[in-house]
């Protein structure tokens, strides 16, 4: 497994923006795929960006509800996935999860049981 530590969760005000890291060790693989994902109280855990990377392409996938607003993307220098948040509104309040799956993710219904280890999460509040 890989270890996943998340940062950069907080309080904000409708409209704000907000960065959160996943720091995992990566560079013994070639092909991976390093998802977010988020649980607001009383939902399900929910699937909303992923960057995949493989030895000839790398690209990006994203929810419907967060598309255009949220960039993922990695910083191969310090080993971390970024999930760049823009114009939050208050149902984005939940707690984010990065995740890891050491394969391609084929596009289609993405879920928890696609990736194979998980960060501790951390609390996004967006206040309107």
């Known amino acids: 497994q890989v270890q996943l530590v998340e940062s950069g969760g907080g309080l904000v005000q409708a409209g704000g923006s907000l960065r959160l890291a996943c720091a995992a060790s990566?560079?013994?693989?070639?092909?991976?795929?390093m998802g977010w994902f988020r649980q607001a109280p009383g939902k399900e855990r929910e699937f909303v960006a992923a960057?995949?990377?493989?030895?000839?392409?790398?690209?990006?996938l994203y929810a419907d509800s967060v598309k255009g607003r949220f960039t993922i993307d990695r910083d191969n220098a310090k080993d971390t996935v970024y999930l760049q948040m823009n114009s939050l509104i208050p149902e984005d309040t939940a707690v984010y999860y990065c995740?890891?799956?050491?394969?391609?993710?084929?596009?289609?219904?993405?879920?928890?049981?696609?990736?194979?280890?998980w960060g501790q999460g951390t609390q996004v509040t967006v206040s309107s």
């Open positions: 995740a890891f799956r050491p394969r391609w993710l084929v596009a289609g219904h993405i879920r928890e049981s696609d990736f194979d280890s």
């Open positions: 960057y995949r990377n493989s030895w000839s392409a790398s690209n990006t």
């Open positions: 990566l560079r013994t693989f070639s092909t991976y795929t």
